[in-house]
C-alpha cells in the first residue's frame, strides 16, 4: 500500500477520533454525566476504531517513509496516543463544566502535530 493510502487512513482515524472526543466534550459542558449519555456506545466506538486507524496507519507511515524508532519522536507520539486513549475518562472525571480538558486536548494535539512536523526529539 502507497504513503498516501496510510496518510489518509491515519488522517480518517485521528477525525474519527477527535469528533468522538468532542462530542464527549460537548455532552460534559453541557452538564451531562456517563449514566445520562444516550449515545455514549456510539461515541465509544468511534473512538475505538479511531484510535485504532490512527496507530495502525502511524506505523505504516513510519514504515513507508523510511523512520525507525531509533529516532525519538516516536516514542512521544505513542504516548499522546495512550493519553488521547484515556481522554473520555479524564472528561468524565473532571467537574463537568470544566473547560480545561478541552485546552489541555486541544494543546496535546497541537504538540503532536509539531513532534511530527518538526521531529524535534
Avoid: C, D
Avoid at 24 to 49: C, D, M, P, T
Amino acid at each position: 500500500m502507497s504513503y498516501t493510502f496510510y496518510k489518509i487512513l491515519h488522517f480518517s482515524g485521528i477525525f474519527l477520533m477527535l469528533m468522538s472526543l468532542g462530542a464527549v466534550a460537548s455532552h460534559r459542558l453541557q452538564g451531562g454525566s456517563k449514566e445520562n449519555f444516550k449515545n455514549r456506545k456510539f461515541f465509544s466506538a468511534f473512538h475505538g476504531v479511531g484510535l485504532l486507524l490512527s496507530f495502525l496507519a502511524g506505523f505504516g507511515l513510519m514504515a513507508k517513509g523510511g523512520f525507525h524508532f531509533t529516532m525519538g519522536w516516536p516514542y512521544i507520539k505513542i504516548l499522546i496516543w495512550l493519553i488521547l486513549g484515556m481522554y473520555p475518562v479524564i472528561f468524565y472525571k473532571q467537574n463537568p463544566t470544566s473547560k480545561m480538558p478541552l485546552l489541555a486536548l486541544m494543546a496535546l494535539v497541537l504538540f503532536a502535530i509539531l513532534t511530527v512536523e518538526y521531529k524535534f526529539i
